[in-house]
C-alpha cells in the first residue's frame, strides 16, 4: 500500500542553522502539508501546498520556512535559521483530491535544536 | 477560529469493554471530520474520515458518528484489544482539500 515517507527520522542541528526536511507523498496525490507536534502539544497545520505553490499557511510559518517541490516526487520544508523552540516532530502529508479528501501522514521528522 | 476538543484526556478499560471517545469542535461548518491513531513517538495512522454529509462510518471495530448540528463526533470501539493503547486524536477540516485543525487527543490504555 503506498505510503508517506520522511527523511531523515531524527536531525540535531544547532541554533541558526539550517535545516531541511524531506518528504515523499504518495505519488497520484496533489495536495501536500506540513504540519508540526511539539512535545506534549497539539498537532497544527504550518502549510499546505497545491500545483507548485502554497495554497495557504499558518502564523507560525514565516519568513524562516519555506517549502518546495522540487522535482515530481519530493516535497521539502526549509528552516532557514533554527530557534530552540522549533523543536518538534514534523509530519508531512499528502491528500489525492478529486472528491478523495483523506489526509495521509508520514511517520515524522523529530528535530531537535540544541 | 475552530477549536477542537476531545474528552476524556486519557482513559483506561479492561480487556474486552467497549468505549467512546468523545470529540467536540465550536464551528459546525466543517466539510470532514477525520480520526487518527497515534503510537507513541509515532506517526499518524487514519483509521475513519467522515464527510459533513455522513452521519457515520464503520471500519472493523471501529464506528464514528458525526453530529454537525451540535458540532460533535463520537469514535466508538468495540471488543476493545491490549493493541489498541494508543493515543486517538480527531481533526476536522473546513474545505474538501483544506487544512485539519486537530484535537489534542485521548490516550487509552487498554489493560489485559
Known amino acids: 500500500e503506498p505510503e508517506v515517507t520522511q527523511t531523515p527520522s531524527h536531525q540535531v542541528t544547532q541554533m541558526g542553522q539550517e535545516v531541511i526536511l524531506r518528504c515523499v507523498p504518495i505519488s497520484n496525490h496533489l495536495y501536500f502539508y506540513w504540519y508540526r507536534q511539539i512535545l506534549g502539544q497539539k498537532v497544527e497545520f504550518l502549510v499546505s501546498?497545491?500545483?507548485?505553490?502554497?495554497?495557504?499557511k499558518s502564523e507560525i510559518f514565516d519568513d524562516q520556512f519555506s517549502v518546495e517541490r522540487p522535482d515530481g516526487s519530493n516535497f521539502t520544508l526549509k528552516i532557514r535559521s533554527t530557534k530552540l523552540e522549533d523543536s518538534a516532530m514534523y509530519f508531512c502529508?499528502?491528500?489525492?483530491?478529486?472528491?478523495?479528501?483523506?489526509?495521509?501522514f508520514g511517520p515524522g521528522t523529530r528535530l531537535t535544536v540544541t | 477560529k475552530q477549536e477542537v476538543t476531545q474528552i476524556p484526556a486519557a482513559l483506561s478499560v479492561p480487556e474486552g469493554e467497549n468505549l467512546v471517545l468523545n470529540c467536540s469542535f465550536t464551528d459546525s461548518a466543517i466539510y470532514n471530520l477525520q480520526w487518527f491513531r497515534q503510537d507513541p513517538g509515532k506517526g499518524l495512522t487514519s483509521l475513519l474520515l467522515?464527510?459533513?454529509?455522513?452521519r457515520e462510518q464503520t471500519s472493523g471495530r471501529l464506528n464514528a458518528s458525526l453530529d454537525k448540528s451540535s458540532g460533535r463526533s463520537t469514535l466508538y470501539i468495540a471488543a476493545s484489544q491490549p493493541g489498541d493503547s494508543a493515543t486517538y486524536l480527531c481533526?476536522?477540516?473546513?474545505?474538501?482539500?483544506?487544512?485539519?485543525?486537530f484535537g489534542q487527543g485521548t490516550r487509552l490504555t487498554i489493560n489485559p
Open positions: 467522515i464527510q459533513s454529509s455522513q
Open positions: 481533526a476536522v477540516s473546513d474545505g474538501g482539500a483544506q487544512k485539519l485543525v
Open positions: 501546498f497545491y500545483n507548485n505553490e502554497i495554497s495557504e
Open positions: 502529508a499528502s491528500l489525492k483530491g478529486a472528491g478523495a479528501y483523506e489526509q495521509y
